[in-house]
């Protein structure tokens, strides 16, 4: 029995993704994890339809186990979305092995990076490019660059290789004994606009599934039929949406109660707080965004911000491992888990809420985060779903 463990968001399952289990087949894996984000993503977006069900379509595809990543990880920097996934994994006690893609498809190339990035990431020359106005991927990269060569630096400057990374430090911060395999992304890039041989980014797919445009090629048959099928209903998310909501929290929010969201840092809850005499969700960002602070990042600091989340919720690693899906291979991880795991593991989020204070905190901001994603829907969704859900072992 080799178990791998695999991060993902699955927004939406496509060919890119079955290829990556495929591999991850090839390379003796007996069993996969897939510890996925929930509701919301780490670009700072709603999915683009229900946790459960994309958890549904993965095992279906493939992964055997679909663990939820909580949302206040979901929504954290890269650092932070990879430490609190691993975290997961690593103390479920039986993972093997973590498989990843990247631009680089290397594993010691990405292990030389990662060595540049500990270093990079103490100099004082990082925080003059950033205090110049750079952005932390890009301070990266030109510091690499300049300290270990164009080829190490170039790493540097793509999204999946900055995922890599950070993955591999994490394995290292926690002192894990799982080990990093990394799987080259095949033919389209991410986030990049066009198809080859079947294969596209979910960016692209997701403009495809707004546009009604033909997309059922790019994705396992199962996906595409749930998809069909949440939009022919109104169940697919927009964050445009919640544009009243976010507009409403972010007018009534304080500099000092922004100061305690994540990513907000170095005078950053200013800016939001002097441009929310803007009159859009699109106007306010393009008011704060800089060199230094990404799109994604003023996205995830809005959305913390309707939700609730704070910097004193990340302070602590996910606490429990929810399940969202499993199949019968699924349940053989959970009989080696069992006596192992070092974190609960539950189908129930209600069960899960009730063993400490902490749990409870992280299970409210779960169901609460559902509750406001079922207003993203195009057909508005009921409260309280989150705690009502039931699964099953899929086929």
């Known amino acids: 029995?080799?178990?791998?463990?695999?991060?993902?968001?699955?927004?939406?399952?496509?060919?890119?993704?079955?290829?990556?289990?495929?591999?991850?087949?090839?390379?003796?894996?007996?069993?996969?994890?897939?510890?996925?984000?929930?509701?919301?993503?780490?670009?700072?977006?709603?999915?683009?339809?229900?946790k459960f069900e994309r958890a549904k379509a993965a095992v279906r595809?493939?992964?055997?186990?679909?663990?939820?990543?909580?949302?206040?990880?979901?929504?954290?920097?890269?650092?932070?979305?990879?430490?609190?996934?691993?975290?997961?994994?690593?103390?479920?006690?039986?993972?093997?092995?973590?498989?990843f893609g990247s631009e680089c498809g290397d594993i010691n190339k990405l292990l030389t990076a990662v060595q540049a990035s500990i270093s990079c990431s103490q100099s004082q020359e990082l925080k003059a490019l950033l205090d110049s106005g750079s952005s932390y991927p890009s301070?990266?990269?030109?510091?690499?660059?300049?300290?270990?060569?164009?080829q190490v630096g170039d790493i540097f400057d793509s999204p999946n290789n900055l995922l890599a990374i950070e993955y591999i430090k994490a394995i290292s911060y926690l002192n894990s004994k799982i080990t990093p395999f990394t799987i080259a992304r095949k033919h389209a890039g991410h986030d990049q606009p066009e198809v080859i041989c079947n294969f596209a980014s979910a960016s692209f797919i997701?403009?495809?599934?707004?546009?009604?445009?033909?997309?059922?090629?790019?994705?396992?048959?199962?996906?595409?039929?749930?998809?069909?099928?949440?939009?022919?209903?109104?169940k697919t998310a927009s964050l445009a949406n919640l544009e009243k909501a976010i507009m409403y929290r972010m007018r009534t929010m304080t500099p000092a109660q922004l100061r305690d969201v994540p990513d907000v840092g170095q005078g950053l809850e200013y800016r939001i707080f002097e441009a929310r005499t803007a009159s859009t969700v699109q106007q306010m960002m393009e008011q704060i965004k800089t060199k230094r602070y990404t799109m994604s990042r003023i996205r995830r600091i809005f959305l913390n911000s309707l939700l609730g989340i704070t910097k004193d919720d990340l302070t602590t690693p996910p606490v429990y491992a929810r399940i969202l899906a499993i199949n019968e291979r699924g349940t053989d991880i959970l009989s080696v888990a069992k006596g192992k795991s070092r974190i609960p593991l539950s189908t129930s989020l209600a069960r899960l809420s009730e063993i400490n204070a902490v749990t409870k905190r992280t299970a409210e901001l779960e169901s609460l985060s559902t509750d406001i994603y079922n207003l993203a829907l195009d057909n508005p969704g009921p409260v309280g779903t989150d705690y009502r859900a039931k699964i099953g072992v899929t086929g």
């Open 1 to 50: 029995m080799k178990v791998s463990g695999i991060v993902c968001e699955y927004n939406p399952f496509h060919n890119g993704h079955r290829y990556h289990i495929q591999k991850t087949r090839e390379n003796g894996a007996t069993h996969i994890v897939a510890v996925m984000s929930g509701n919301f993503v780490q670009r700072g977006d709603v999915a683009v339809i229900d």
């Open 61 to 99: 595809s493939g992964v055997d186990l679909v663990i939820e990543l909580p949302v206040a990880y979901s929504l954290s920097s890269s650092e932070g979305f990879a430490r609190g996934a691993m975290y997961i994994l690593n103390s479920m006690g039986c993972i093997d092995e973590l498989s």
């Open 139 to 150: 301070a990266m990269h030109l510091l690499a660059e300049k300290k270990y060569g164009k």
């Open 206 to 234: 997701r403009q495809n599934v707004k546009e009604q445009n033909a997309y059922s090629d790019l994705m396992p048959e199962t996906m595409y039929e749930t998809l069909l099928q949440s939009v022919n209903s109104g």
